[in-house]
């Protein structure tokens, strides 16, 4: 079974552009969180998706944004970007919702803003 | 409120044995979860334990919960080269896949 996927790998942008990350989870998981992971900070949540819906939001600015489909990939959107948004982007698939399920991580995507 | 703390290294001997030390404040975790992460790379799940459990055992790994003191330990046997990376603990938020992660722990092992 193919493991959680994320595209692209790797990302450079410059100040004020736009950028948009895909995940797309473990075959029959419904479940997508997207964490994201800075040498200060740490590992902190993001976003958590179940049935195209946001169940939870973290503690980031209105210009981080994310949604999921019906197939459940998701996508994350960050507007207006900030040298601080240079992080390792990771997302998360579960089988359900609720924190009962083991939870996998992608590779990442790695996204450097000049 | 909602903090996991871990001591930031840990350098031991190849073959001999790694425990890396976790807190936690949420009780009401459902899963607690042990992952490595080693260099440019993602997370990988090493191992979990569900909270009514109090050890868990998987070849070379073992898990050691104490809910009284709100402590999660990973003991690795025979520490390998191959080990070498960051290890974060992380508590999911009940009812929710909100995972709240560690600092992580580097472990460094030398021949």
């Known amino acids: 079974k193919a493991g959680v996927t994320q595209t692209p790998r790797y990302l450079i942008k410059t100040r004020g552009q736009q950028v948009t990350l895909s995940c797309s989870p473990i075959?029959?998981?419904?479940?997508v969180s997207w964490y994201q992971q800075t040498p200060g900070q740490g590992l902190q949540f993001l976003f958590e998706?179940?049935?195209?819906?946001?169940?939870n939001k973290g503690n980031f600015p209105g210009r981080f944004s994310g949604r999921q489909f019906s197939n459940s990939r998701s996508e994350m959107n960050v507007s207006t970007l900030e040298l601080g948004d240079s992080a390792l982007y990771l997302c998360?698939?579960?089988?359900?919702?609720?924190?009962?399920?083991?939870?996998?991580f992608g590779p990442g995507t790695r996204l450097t803003v000049l | 409120g909602e903090d996991v703390e871990q001591s930031l290294f840990l350098s031991v001997r190849e073959g001999d044995s790694s425990v890396i030390n976790c807190t936690y404040t949420?009780?009401?975790?459902?899963?607690l979860y042990w992952y490595k992460q080693e260099p440019g790379a993602g997370l990988q799940l090493l191992t979990y334990?569900?909270?009514?459990?109090d050890m868990k055992q998987d070849q070379r790994l073992t898990v050691l919960l104490n809910k009284k003191d709100k402590h999660l330990s990973l003991r690795i046997a025979d520490t390998q080269t191959g080990d070498s990376a960051i290890y974060f603990c992380?508590?999911?938020?009940?009812?929710?896949?909100?995972?709240?992660f560690g600092t992580g722990t580097r472990l460094q092992v030398f021949p």
């Open positions: 998360a698939s579960s089988l359900s919702s609720g924190g009962t399920n083991e939870q996998f």
């Open positions: 075959s029959g998981h419904r479940s």
């Open positions: 998706y179940f049935s195209e819906t946001q169940r």
């Open positions: 949420d009780s009401s975790s459902t899963y």
């Open positions: 334990i569900f909270s009514n459990m």
């Open positions: 992380a508590e999911t938020v009940f009812n929710t896949d909100k995972l709240i």
